[in-house]
C-alpha cells in the first residue's frame, strides 16, 4: 500500500472539508445578498450546519478531528517524519494547521459556528417548493 499516496488523498480531503466549511458562509451570505435561491438549499445549508458543528464539539471535547488522524497515521506508516516532504503535502500542511494554543482554535471555530448558526436562523433554507409544480397563474 502506499501510504504516503494515501495520506495525500486524506490531506485533500480534509482541505475540501475546510474549503466547504468557509467558503460556504462566504456563499451563503453572498447568496442572502444577492438573492441566490440555492444558497437555501435544504441539504447544502443542513450539510454546512453538521460540518461546523462537528468541528465545534470536538474541539470543545479536545478531540483530534478523524481526518487528521487518519492522516498521520497513514504519514507515520509511510516512513514519514522529518524527511523532505512532497509538494501535496507541504501546502495541505501550511494550509491546514498552524502554531497556537488549543484554546485559540476553540474561540475561533466556535465564533465561526456561531456565525454559521446566525446566518441559517436569519436567512434559513427555504421551503420546499409547492408539490403542484409551477406558479398559481390565476392571480
Given at each position: ?25 462566504a456563499l451563503i451570505l453572498a447568496g442572502w445578498?444577492?438573492?441566490w435561491g440555492w444558497t437555501q438549499n435544504r ?57 497556537a494554543p488549543a484554546w485559540v482554535f476553540t ?33
Amino acid at each position: 500500500m502506499d501510504y504516503d499516496f494515501w495520506a495525500n488523498v486524506i490531506g485533500m480531503i480534509h482541505a475540501m472539508v475546510v474549503l466547504f466549511i468557509v467558503g460556504g458562509l462566504a456563499l451563503i451570505l453572498a447568496g442572502w445578498a444577492a438573492g441566490w435561491g440555492w444558497t437555501q438549499n435544504r441539504v447544502f445549508r443542513f450539510a454546512h450546519l453538521a460540518a461546523i458543528g462537528f468541528v465545534v464539539v470536538q474541539q470543545w471535547l479536545g478531540a483530534w478531528c478523524p481526518l487528521t488522524l487518519w492522516e498521520s497515521e497513514l504519514r507515520r506508516k509511510g516512513g514519514g517524519g522529518g524527511y523532505e516532504v512532497g509538494f501535496i503535502e507541504y501546502w495541505l500542511n501550511t494550509l491546514l494547521y498552524y502554531s497556537a494554543p488549543a484554546w485559540v482554535f476553540t474561540l475561533v471555530y466556535t465564533a465561526f459556528g456561531l456565525a454559521v448558526a446566525a446566518a441559517f436562523f436569519y436567512y434559513p433554507p427555504g421551503k420546499r417548493p409547492p408539490s403542484g409544480g409551477g406558479q398559481n397563474m390565476h392571480s
